[in-house]
Structures are given as C-alpha cells and as structure tokens.
C-alpha cells in the first residue's frame, strides 16, 4: 500500500490519474477527428496559395511524419496537387472551412481548460479562436516554406533544433492566447517545453513505425489505408498536444511545491490535485 500511495503521489502518477480524469485518449480522437475533417482542408488551400511551399500541404505532411520516398507519393496522391486545390475551391467553401477551423480551436481550449480547472471562458473572447487559428497557419506555413535540411549532422542539428524552438514559443503563446490570460506564462513553460519534445519523439516514432505502414498498407487498401495511417498519426498528435500541456501542469506544481519548501513557505495541505478555479495559477 505505502509503495502504491508513493507511485500515485509521483509526478507520474498524478498525470496519468489526470489523464484519466480528462479521458485523454477521447480527446485525442477527437482532436484527431476534427483536425482531419476540417483543419487538413483549410490548410491544404492555405499551403497552396504559397508558390515557395512546392508540394503544399503535401510535403508538410511527409515531413511530419518522415516519409521515405515511397511513402511521400502516396501522400501527395492522397492531397492531390495544390493548384488543383486552389482552383476548385470557391469562396462559400473558404469561409466554410475557416469556421470549421475556428471549430478546432474551440475545442483545443475547451481542453486546455479542463487541464486548468478553469471555468469555461465568456463568448466574448471568441476572437482569440481568430488569433489562434491565424498563429497556427504561420506556425506550418512557416515549417512547410523551410527546405529541406541537407545530408550534413550539422544542418540536421540546426533544423531540430530551430524546429524544436520554434514549436515551443508556437504552444507556449497558445496556451497563453486560449486560457485567455489565466494562467501565467511561466507556469505555461513546462508544458510547451514538453509538448515540443514530446512532437520530436512523436516524429522520430512515425518514421519507424508509420512511413512503412503508409506502403504496406497503400498497396492493401488502396488511398484508404494512408487515410487510416494519417487519421492514427493525428491520435497521436491529439495525445502528445494534450498529455503535454498536462505534463506541464504537474511538473509546474511539483517545482513551485519544492521551492516553498526550500524558502520554508506552507504547501497547500493537500495532495496533488486540481486547484479549485478562480485567480490566474502562478
């Protein structure tokens, strides 16, 4: 028992009873669901009306999920051509599919809330869905625009690590801009911290795992299988997004816990747990 109270009080205990109590891998689904039926078509166009970004949308996926060459045809079949994508695509459904973008941010926040304690924020602050959404087509426009890094360690070391910078200012602000200025930005750190290594441990993953299942299963189900593939790789995402800005809240409470002791301050008298919902966290 005093092993077990032990484990649950640690800090990965209390995120994965957190998890639980968040009913992460839902969310994760849904984030992936949401993310595939409306966020991949906004920024399929988007990419297209950038002639610097080559394959689009495309080549942003391959390099998230580090294709191999066979692998990329299959995603660039999937995507079909970004002038195609632009040509097609009217006005009505530009504006159909920003609104479902704004949809996406919606429920990032609803989330990220949840993960706060925070009470749900007033409809007057739906204009920071806006902001988020626009930071969000920056952020790949921004990734998609970038070459390719050469065979060099050197290059490599330079693109992860301005990658890896770059994802952590990118959900830092985010977190920042949706919980509408609750939570201060020192307490937010941690998690975009943690979500950034955790989307570098993610792609390191999907290139051993994902790329060969894109081929294997292209020639089983056809264009389906890659949807399959892509749609699981999102779940992930949906994990990695939401698990990190969890991490970030334990790991944020477990340091401010070690420092009052250190100064001789009082800790709550609790365990580690929610705070209940009221001023901004410090």
């Known amino acids: 028992m005093r092993l077990w109270r032990k484990l649950a009080e640690s800090p990965l205990g209390v995120g994965w009873s957190r998890g639980r109590r968040l009913e992460l891998m839902h969310r994760a689904m849904g984030f992936a669901a949401l993310g595939f039926l409306t ?6 166009v988007v990419a297209a009306t950038d002639p610097a970004s080559g394959q689009g949308f495309a080549r942003w996926m391959s ?4 294709l191999a060459e066979s692998s990329q045809d299959e995603v660039e079949r999937l995507f079909g051509l970004p002038r195609q994508a632009l040509q097609r695509t009217t006005a009505f459904g530009l504006a159909a599919l920003a ?3 704004l949809t996406f941010g919606s429920a ?25 959404l626009g930071m969000l087509i920056v952020y790949l426009m921004i990734f998609v625009s970038t070459p390719l890094p050469g065979e060099s360690v050197l290059s490599l070391a330079i693109g992860a690590i301005g990658d890896l910078a770059g994802t952590v200012l990118f ?3 985010s977190q920042r801009v949706l ?3 609750r ?3 020192r307490a937010l750190l ?3 911290v943690a979500t950034a290594i955790a989307l570098l441990g993610l792609r390191v993953f999907s290139q051993l795992v994902f790329s060969p299942l894109i081929a294997s299963n292209a020639v089983t189900y056809g264009p389906f299988g890659t949807v399959l593939v892509v749609q699981s790789w999102l779940v992930g995402v949906g994990v990695v997004v939401y698990g990190g800005a969890i991490a970030g809240r334990v790991g944020h409470e477990m340091w401010t816990r070690r420092h009052l002791a250190r100064r001789g301050g009082k800790p709550q008298g609790r365990r580690p747990g929610p705070p209940a919902a009221g001023p901004p966290h410090r």
């Open 39 to 44: 966020l991949v078509p906004l920024l399929i």
């Open 63 to 66: 390099q998230a999920l580090g």
């Open 99 to 101: 609104v479902f973008g």
């Open 108 to 132: 990032v926040q609803t989330t990220y809330e949840k993960v706060w304690d925070l009470p749900a924020a007033r409809w007057h602050t739906m204009w920071r869905h806006v902001v988020w």
């Open 171 to 173: 959900f830092w602000a």
């Open 179 to 181: 919980l509408c200025g």
């Open 183 to 185: 939570v201060r930005w």
């Open 190 to 192: 941690p998690g975009a």
